[in-house]
């Protein structure tokens, strides 16, 4: 309890609670408890409160340390400093633990690694939670060159049949793209419990495989594993990616009537997304009107996005007024306005989303793609990209772009929302990030290896239809993963079937 609460910010109950634990319970006191509260400290500045308690730590023999409180503080060098430098405290993997977590949580995965890897300088044995919090900072990055050489490190320390670790390294071939790889180590669990099964389901969802999410859950069921509040965001995402209306409804209802779960904002996001992405936008805001809590930005932006991908300018100019409310920088909200006005050529429109843009300085978040090739990362934006191999690329886009017109590729120029001559449109789509990632990868890669390009924003309609044609040229699949859902595109075609 006190690490649930020291994990979601509320440090002073964490305080309370350990302040409550030590006075009135006969619970003995271990060094995973006494980093909970130490975050709890750090957190919430209770500085001194830490102080005292590592002194007294000390002098229980414990040999934990406080760098965890450093980090919580935001000063996580002098956290790793302390750590370095301590050889008494530093031979404690709760403590290396506490501190690459911190490192995760804050989105540094290259420090996270830098101590693990001095770590296994000082022979010191990684645990369950070592690998779990390094295996999903992994995952969220897409990092599968660092994820397989923790895979292969979790088997030499024996933890591959470890319940938390085998579910993170489901999740995170699913993440990088690898879905073959990702069902293969779920079934290598010997007696998968209901996180595997989570993990599982959340990677289908993400591939847009609605009907084996749905299976899935179905054999949670019958292997009598509880479903949770999760199970039901991964289930209702699966129906959303994959236009199962009828099914993910039914979902929705089950929920609290079945399973006595009561759904939270996340879910009734889902369910918005889940009809405006089928096209029923009626229904999806009168779902939001009727929601028994203040909708959320996300709520509204999924409607604001099915707006767009079926030109209901009215009620996309409502949902992009209300997100102007909650969340004033969000720049996406107004580029997907923007775009809705530039489909319909009223270019005025579009200058005047721009020009308040600007006015109210809210800055367009630029798109860029990156592709693992070599053991290194390499990142393409639209412009101002440099690379040592960019006359290559350069060739290269040029000769796919001819060889795919040949396939029958027509540009789509809606997808630019801005107002251009036709063949300058052309020349914007062909730079776009995700076709220089595309067209980077197989001339490093070996023949037949599969390319996985990431995306932070959305792929565009013009590049879906391009990657899907460079696949079949190129006799190669192509796996993208924008931040809503993966495409994998082979031979031609995506496996999104072109709903997305
Ligand atoms: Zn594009
Ligand atoms: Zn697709």
Redesign the pocket.
């Known amino acids: 309890m006190i690490d649930g609460y020291a994990k979601n910010g509320c440090y002073k109950e964490a305080l309370m609670t350990f302040r409550k634990m030590w006075l009135n319970e006969d619970v003995s006191i271990d060094q995973h408890l006494l980093c909970s509260v130490l975050c709890a400290c750090g957190g919430g500045n209770a500085y001194n409160v830490g102080r005292c308690l590592h002194t007294f730590v000390v002098k229980l023999g414990f040999e934990l340390n406080v760098s965890v409180m450093y980090c919580k503080i935001g000063d996580m060098d002098s956290g790793s400093r302390l750590l370095e430098t301590d050889s008494t405290r530093g031979t404690n993997i709760v403590s290396y633990t506490s501190l690459i977590d911190e490192y995760v949580e804050a989105d540094q995965i290259d420090k996270a690694l830098t101590i693990f890897a001095d770590l296994k300088r000082k022979n010191i044995e990684p645990n369950e939670f070592t690998f779990s919090s390094l295996i999903k900072a992994c995952a969220n990055q897409a990092s599968l060159e660092q994820g397989v050489q923790l895979h292969a490190l979790v088997f030499k320390c024996n933890l591959n049949q470890d319940p938390f670790v085998s579910s993170v390294i489901v999740d995170m071939y699913g993440k990088c793209g690898l879905l073959d790889h990702s069902i293969r180590a779920f079934n290598k669990i010997s007696k998968a419990n209901e996180y595997a099964w989570n993990s599982l389901m959340g990677v289908f969802a993400h591939h847009?495989l609605g009907h084996e999410a749905i299976d899935v859950f179905n054999k949670m069921l019958v292997q009598e594993l509880e479903p949770s509040a999760v199970t039901f965001i991964n289930l209702l995402n699966a129906c959303s990616h994959s236009g199962l209306v009828k099914e993910g409804l039914s979902h929705l209802d089950s929920m609290e009537k079945v399973y006595k779960i009561t759904p939270r904002s996340e879910h009734y996001s889902c369910v918005v997304d889940l009809l405006g992405q089928a096209g029923k936008l009626e229904e999806a805001e009168n779902f939001i009107n009727k929601m028994p809590f203040e909708p959320n930005a996300y709520a509204w932006c999924s409607l604001l996005a099915s707006c767009r991908k079926y030109s209901d300018q009215k009620r996309g100019e409502l949902a992009a007024e209300i997100l102007k409310k909650l969340e004033p920088e969000n720049s996406g909200a107004r580029a997907l306005l923007s775009n809705i006005y530039a489909k319909e050529q009223q270019w005025e429109d579009v200058r005047s989303v721009r020009k308040t843009m600007k006015d109210e300085n809210v800055k367009k978040l630029p798109g860029y793609s990156w592709v693992d090739v070599d053991n290194k990362v390499h990142v393409f934006g639209v412009e101002d990209w440099c690379h040592p191999h960019k006359k290559e690329i350069d060739l290269k886009l040029d000769s796919l772009l001819s060889k795919i017109v040949e396939a029958g590729y027509v540009t789509d120029t809606d997808s630019v929302p801005l107002d251009l001559e036709y063949d300058m449109k052309v020349k914007v789509l062909h730079r776009h990030s995700e076709r220089i990632a595309t067209a980077y990868a197989p001339i490093h890669l070996p023949i037949g290896k599969p390319i996985i390009v990431k995306k932070n924003i959305r792929?565009c309609v013009d590049c879906?239809s391009a990657i899907?044609l460079i696949s079949k040229v190129e006799g190669r699949k192509i796996i993208?993963r924008d931040n809503s859902r993966f495409?994998?595109?082979a031979d031609g075609s995506?496996?999104?079937?072109?709903f997305?």
């Open positions: 847009g792929v879906h899907k993208l495409h994998h595109f995506c496996s999104c079937k072109d997305w």
